[in-house]
């Protein structure tokens, strides 16, 4: 009895509690008045950093939205030569981080470099900035296209035959089919790769960083690390929120009314006449040269280049960092994501439900928002705590929150809640009443059945958490950067470190090492969602 109020109520309230912390912070700081800095701030960067953050999040969610869903149905629905290649192929750009696109991409067609040198001399195509609107918009569409394909594969995958077939009966062409069958069907599945796009997108600070493009991510970090106000920091992390928070409620209330089905049958792919089929491989074959074989090149003759000036001792001390985090974070989230999972299988109440919307919410909030809404309340514990130790001991105390490890875990462990929990969540659903009833007639209750019943039959699913928790640790770049102790660097930082200073030669070792563990989840994740 001890154990399960352990795991469905006390630890739950505390993942919850932690969770709401940097919320309620970021909010309570947005009503303090307004200073001098902040006055600043709306005459001058305010309306610029409204107007590029929505639109970058505009043309991104367009930009994935179309090419996920067009490869999306190439490959659930269309038979052509390499289909079955490509089905994973185009999953791989997922594994390379957004700023490593964006410095790739910048190392290829800066002024100064050998494209354009090229087209100058060539052609006398005169030089162009390829920091716009426009090119970020075009290097995170490359990057996080793979969120919406996954997702509309596996949603037109699931809609069978017999819609088609009903749609053909009444004389729809195939591509009106399309546009009026099969294309609404799939909008919970779109819908959700594209909010997953628009949350990364809201997120984003190494590639806009990498850009000079200024959104209100760079603007929060500026004013922590710039301006060194922390106020300032939350009141503009406060608008973050809400546009996160705006955009979650607004895709619910959207979807609140309809009603999907799943249907079983088989799927008869529509096999491609001759000329559309090379248009089709062709297609998918630019896509995935451009969004992985090209970077993938790039990096790699950067790496040959710098390999014997770059490489050395340091980076195996990056390396075990950047590991020790991430294992270190899949350990303490996959055990509050289990207490999370409990609670959802004994208790059936509201209290519950709201509990874990509460504790899973720190997806849909970026780093630099979380990393400003935990340092404030550890800040003030560690001063409360230097008053009281001071005032016992009559001696000077030190803070013991501040500068450690313990702040990045909570923060990793707020921020990646959401997929282990749903990592952990549908693996419990297997897990059947009977199953409980036939262990407590044995005998075998409490701490046992947990060891000896349930993690066995949970174990697929809390290894496949805590690989997802510790991959997107190994990537997370902004609560990182801002929360780590002093001199604790790993792969990520050091990626934005030689980024900022235009060394993307010798950027190229981490961001390979990055890549190189990346794909392991994605391969995974392929595994589940290719088509018969």
């Given amino acids: 009895m001890a154990m399960r109020k352990i795991l469905i109520k006390i630890i739950p309230l505390a993942v919850a509690a932690l969770a709401v912390t940097p919320i309620l912070v970021i909010f309570s700081s947005a009503l303090q008045p307004r200073g001098e800095l902040w006055a600043h701030l709306i005459e001058t960067s305010l309306p610029s950093l409204t107007i590029n953050t929505l639109s970058l999040c505009l043309g991104v969610a367009l930009g994935t939205g179309i090419l996920g869903i067009i490869l999306g149905w190439l490959i659930a629905a269309c038979n052509f030569p390499g289909r079955r290649f490509f089905s994973t192929a185009l ?120 850009f000079n493009f200024d959104t209100f991510t760079t603007a929060v970090y500026k004013a922590w690390y710039g301006f060194f106000s922390l106020s300032t920091a939350s009141q503009l992390a406060s608008i973050l929120v809400i546009l996160a928070l705006s955009l979650l409620t607004s895709e619910q209330y959207l979807r609140k009314k309809m009603r999907f089905t799943q249907e079983q049958s088989h799927f008869n792919r529509i096999q491609l006449a001759k000329p559309k089929a090379i248009l089709a491989c062709t297609f998918c074959s630019i896509i995935f040269c451009i969004g992985f074989v090209l970077p ?15 490489l050395s001792s340091r980076y195996l001390t990056f390396s075990t960092n950047t590991l020790l985090l991430g294992i270190l974070a899949a350990v303490v989230t996959c055990i509050g994501a289990l207490a999370l999972a409990y609670a959802a299988r004994f208790q059936h109440t509201k209290a519950t439900q709201w509990i874990i919307s509460l504790s899973t919410l720190g997806y849909s909030l970026p780093g630099t928002v979380l990393a400003v809404g935990i340092i404030a309340p550890v800040a003030y514990l560690d001063n409360l705590y230097v008053d009281i130790a001071s005032l016992l001991t009559k001696h000077p105390a030190q803070p013991i929150l501040q500068g450690t490890i313990c702040v990045l875990l909570i923060a990793y462990g707020i921020r990646f809640m959401a997929a282990a929990y749903g990592s952990i969540h549908s693996n419990m659903q297997r897990i059947t009443p009977s199953m409980d009833d036939a262990s ?93």
């Fill in 91 to 210: 999953l791989l750009p997922m594994a390379i981080p957004t700023y490593v696109f964006a410095f790739v991409f910048l190392g290829l067609f800066d002024f100064s470099n050998p494209l354009q040198i090229f087209l100058r001399n060539k052609f006398g195509i005169p030089p162009f900035d390829v920091r716009s609107i426009w090119t970020v918009c075009l290097t995170m569409t490359l990057a996080l296209y793979p969120y919406v394909y996954v997702m509309a594969k596996a949603g037109f995958t699931t809609q069978g035959q017999r819609c088609l077939e009903a749609a053909r009966t009444l004389g729809c062409t195939t591509q009106s089919a399309f546009f009026s069958v099969a294309l609404p069907l799939c909008r919970p599945w779109i819908a959700t790769g594209i909010l997953l796009v628009l949350m990364e997108t809201l997120a984003d600070f190494g590639a806009v960083s990498v």
């Fill in 440 to 532: 407590i007639l044995m005998g075998v209750t409490g701490w046992k059945m947990l060891r000896k019943v349930h993690l066995p039959q949970l174990k697929t699913g809390l290894l496949t958490a805590a690989l997802l928790v510790l991959v997107d640790v190994m990537k997370e770049m902004p609560i990182t950067l801002m929360t780590r102790p002093f001199g604790w660097d790993t792969l990520a930082v050091k990626i934005y470190e030689l980024t900022s200073e235009g060394e993307w030669e010798r950027a190229a070792i981490p961001a390979i090492l990055l890549i190189l563990v990346g794909l392991i989840p994605v391969l995974c994740i392929n595994q589940k969602t290719d088509p018969v």
């Fill in 296 to 310: 993938v090149i790039q990096l790699t003759l950067w790496a040959l280049d710098t390999t014997a000036l770059e």
